[in-house]
């Protein structure tokens, strides 16, 4: 099934809205983690873990499903397929990794992070900061701009040559002609 050009143009604009949403909301994510660490202040720092609790999860996750979806719809409507090429499936790959990890490490990492918060500014300044945000603050973003990179460049070629039955159109010509 290929998409015809009006529709594919469509689906790729929905494509590149939601991973640059998805990427803009991991920087404020960074910005608020990287706010509420550093500060001196606890009710910044109070602030800040609510915040990034609020405005991450739901969010994140959202953009990364609709990019996952328009994705894939890409991939099975235009001559890249979805395991085709190499560049595509390590997008995949990335796409569905932080995708689950959005929803099974940074939403319970967030919820302790809003609960600590919480702590902080009801005046308990003994609890612990959570440690597991660093990490996500940039490893995510620095998966995205690969994506992001991967798109651009296609790099690897394909992934086989044996068993893909979709030949270049030239060489089913030149089969006719002899």
Do not use: C
Not at 51 to 56: D, E, K, N, S, T
């Amino acid at each position: 099934m290929r998409l015809g050009t009006r529709t594919r143009k469509v689906v790729l604009v929905g494509h590149i809205v939601s991973v640059s949403a998805w990427i803009g909301i991991d920087l404020a994510l960074g910005v608020l983690v990287l706010t509420a660490t550093i500060t001196a202040d606890t009710a910044t720092a109070a602030t800040a873990f609510q915040a990034a609790h609020l405005i991450a999860v739901w969010p994140m996750l959202t953009a990364s499903l609709l990019s996952l979806a328009t994705g894939v719809t890409l991939a099975l409507g235009t001559k890249y397929g979805l395991i085709r090429y190499w560049w595509v499936a390590v997008k995949l790959a990335i796409n569905l990794a932080m995708t689950t990890l959005i929803y099974l490490s940074l939403r319970p990492g967030l919820y302790a992070a809003a609960e600590h918060g919480r702590r902080l500014a009801a005046g308990d300044p003994a609890t612990q900061p959570p440690e597991q945000l660093i990490y996500p603050i940039f490893v995510a973003p620095s998966l995205l701009l690969a994506a992001v990179v991967l798109s651009v460049f296609k790099p690897w070629g394909r992934t086989s040559r044996r068993g893909d039955t979709a030949q270049p159109r030239r060489y089913l010509r030149r089969r006719r002609a002899i």
